[in-house]
């Protein structure tokens, strides 16, 4: 008796019917993603746990862009939120307290050179627009949920320094909020300015100033949920 093999015609066919299956289940795909990317929207999965409305920001930082002098910065500002998106940072203020960092002693007794004596920043003011582009949340050891935002700044700054001049310009930065409650969060900010003392290129003697802050706080929010 012998066992019947498939002819190379019936092969072939087998062989052209497959591979027809195939093509269409991919095609049949491709459309339906096609149809997705040309019509489709993103959907928003979860709305935000938190909403901020009225928030007062409590900081403190060092400002260590000044090798002689550097700063402990105290800070407190006022954010209207319009929406989970858009917000007015309306006013910041920072104090400065200055704190020798020896450079000159050593300068004095090491290499017989004597530092000039720079004027010291002393009170930063500010405001900002503050764009929220990134939320989300992460569990910590799978036990905890936090919920964090990145946000970003930029607007315009006035400083004093202790020659009695006052120095503005523009400045920008960026910060992580952790929410604890929907009323309390920790945030970290940086910040830079560069402030001007005079016109740069009408004024032979203006001079840039960057100002650097690097800053940890509480803010409360009144208003949000």
């Not at 007015?88 to 300068?107: C, V």
């Not at 992460?138 to 036990?143: G, I, S």
């Not at 930065?173 to 016109?199: K, P, T």
């Amino acid at each position: 008796m012998k066992l019947g093999l498939p002819s190379a015609p019936s092969a072939v066919s087998a062989a052209c019917a497959a591979c027809a299956a195939v093509l269409l289940c991919a095609a049949s795909a491709r459309a339906q993603y096609d149809d997705e990317d040309g019509g489709g929207n993103a959907v928003v999965i979860q709305e935000r746990e938190f909403k901020m409305a009225h928030e007062f920001t409590l900081s403190s930082g060092i400002i260590p862009l000044d090798a002689f002098q550097k700063g402990v910065a105290l800070t407190a500002r006022y954010t209207l939120h319009f929406d989970d998106f858009n917000a007015w940072e309306i006013a910041g203020g920072t104090y400065s307290l200055n704190l020798d960092s020896g450079l000159s002693d050593i300068l004095a007794k090491k290499f017989a050179v004597q530092a000039e004596v720079l004027p010291k920043l002393q009170v930063v003011a500010d405001t900002n627009y503050v764009a929220t582009p990134f939320y989300g949340k992460f569990a910590l050891f799978n036990k905890v949920i936090i919920y964090q935002e990145l946000f970003l700044n930029a607007g315009l700054t006035v400083s004093y320094w202790s020659d009695g001049s006052f120095r503005p310009g523009p400045d920008f930065g960026a910060g992580i909020r952790f929410f604890v409650f929907d009323f309390l969060s920790l945030r970290f900010d940086i910040r830079h300015a560069l402030v001007m003392n005079g016109v740069p290129y009408f004024d032979p003697n203006a001079q840039v100033d960057g100002v650097l802050q690097l800053l940890a706080g509480v803010s409360f929010n009144v208003g949000g949920g």
